[in-house]
């Protein structure tokens, strides 16, 4: 019998793991909860009515359809009985020689659960457009609405932490209020939106040097947004947040908060923790060794969000898509290496610089000592993007729903699903 590699979550991580162990003498079972991959870079884009929710995720089973070695299963792995060497699935099993975890991470709250229901992060198709049916309606009910500081409310957007999907939320809704809703009202003029950014340390982008933060907030402030820096939320409810900033803490209302801050590992951190004895960090990531298995279980490996490699800087990897496609395919290089009796170097991150979008049309790029902003680090942006949108044909809808939208200043995707009555 060949071989057997179970990998569990089809994001970047699990998927370009599968794609590189497509020649190898190895029966691969991929399983993963939901049938698509989903390319979570672009989700701000269905958040906002600039793209479907289909140009941004592909079934798996069709991505990996040429892959004659592997299965695609749709089911959700709960638990793991690590001496036998088998993964629990909610309805049944699976059992492996290698085990290859990367579920990835979500948003977390501090310990403030009851915001989720009132301040929703972006993850998953269903977040994004659960934010799009808020943003949305968030305008139908200030045209309707003859009460001023009511109107105000409806017209105030508050984005809650200003790392890049923060501001990329933050841009795009300056651009919705600015540009693309400019003709659609009678009664409300979107343009007096509101929208403010509220990030806790001195600087949007904190994990970018100072002079591309510095950039991304004049473009910011060019679209309209208020970048809070320096500022914590300290209460969320229906009728908007409080702000602390200094020793002062300010009420705002706002009837739509959308969450950016905080990211917690997939609970199967813990599963693996108690099961197989990994090592965990206080984000619940699982602490891995330099070949990405995890200690005394050498068959076990976890890759993408959901693993902490510190081995290279001393600090762990952060949690990017260049990091999980790159730990993907080296996972698939080590079982053949050892497949082939042979060993493998310890997993080495190539870090290609990091890239953030500020609005249609302005970016920021860090690439080491190259530092871009503007228009061509846009460019740049798109370039990446596009290119690394898995299938070709999501490239090329995507490419051209863009380039009109560009052209149009139009968001042609702004429909409000699931509306409450
Ligand atoms: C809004 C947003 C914007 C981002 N923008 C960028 C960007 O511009 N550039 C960048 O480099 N990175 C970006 N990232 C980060 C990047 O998307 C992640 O680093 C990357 O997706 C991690 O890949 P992964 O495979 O570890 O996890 P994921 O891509 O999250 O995949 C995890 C998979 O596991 C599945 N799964 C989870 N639990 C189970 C279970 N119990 N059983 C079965 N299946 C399970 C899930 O369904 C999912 O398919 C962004 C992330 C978000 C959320």
Redesign the pocket.
Known sequence: MAHRVVI????????YAAKALRSAPVSVTL????NF??F??L??QVATGGLSPGEIASPLRFVLRWSKNTEVLL????DLDAANRRVILRDGEAGFDTLIV????SHHYFGNDQWERLAPG??TIEDATEIRRRILLAYEKAEREPDEESRRAWLTFVVVGGG??GV?LAGALGEIANDTLRHDFRHINPADSRILLVEGTDRVLPAFPPDLSAKAEESLVRLGVRPVTGAMVTAIDESGVAVRRGGETERIGARTVLWAAGVEA???GRVLAERAGAQLDRAGRVIVEPDLTIAEHPEILV????ANFSHQTGKPLP??????MQQ?RYAAHLVRKRLAGESAPPFHYWDKGS??TIGRAAAVADFGRIHISGYVAWLTWLFV?LMYLVEFDNRLLVFIQWAYNYFTFNRGARLITRNQP
């Open positions: 569990v979550g089809g994001g970047f991580a699990g998927l399983i993963d909860r939901r991959h989903l979570q870079p989700l701000y089911g959700e792995v709960v990367a579920t990835g991470a972006l993850k890049p999907t990329e997939s609970p199967l890759i993408g969000d959901l949690g990017v898509a260049p990091v999980a993907g890239l953030a993007h």
